[in-house]
């Protein structure tokens, strides 16, 4: 069965950095678009990004343009979401998401999400 592990939450300082990484087991990872949402309290569930399924094309949601980074090894099942720059309104659950296809966010399977908090 499809399986998708969040791991690098953590609480970090406005300005400073982190790195999720999503492990994928149970599917053939390197046939399918990856993304990344996020939800914070009281607030909808956002796109934060998706990487196509060679690693060939991304795209970002405007608020975290030019700071945030989606990349993927293949070899290794795992797609990673680099996080510069981070501000307070950025705290949420982040979650990892599996599309049906390799390219586009119809998404088939979701990880159980992880606490990204940005406060001083």
């Known amino acids: 069965q499809v399986q998708l592990v969040e791991s690098g939450g953590d609480l970090v300082q406005p300005g400073g950095s982190l790195r999720l990484s999503c492990a994928a087991s149970?599917?053939?990872?390197?046939?399918?678009?990856m993304s990344w949402y996020r939800q914070a309290p009281g607030k909808e569930r956002e796109l934060v990004a998706t990487?196509?399924?060679?690693?060939?094309?991304?795209s970002y949601a405007d608020s975290v343009k030019g700071r945030f980074t989606i990349s993927r090894d293949n070899g290794k099942k795992t797609v990673y979401l680099q996080m510069n720059s981070l501000k307070p309104e950025d705290t949420a659950v982040y979650t990892c998401a599996k599309s049906v296809r390799p390219w586009g966010t119809q998404i088939g399977s979701w990880g159980q999400g992880i606490q990204v908090t940005v406060s001083s």
């Open positions: 990487i196509s399924s060679t690693g060939g094309s991304t």
């Open positions: 149970g599917f053939a990872f390197d046939s399918y678009a």
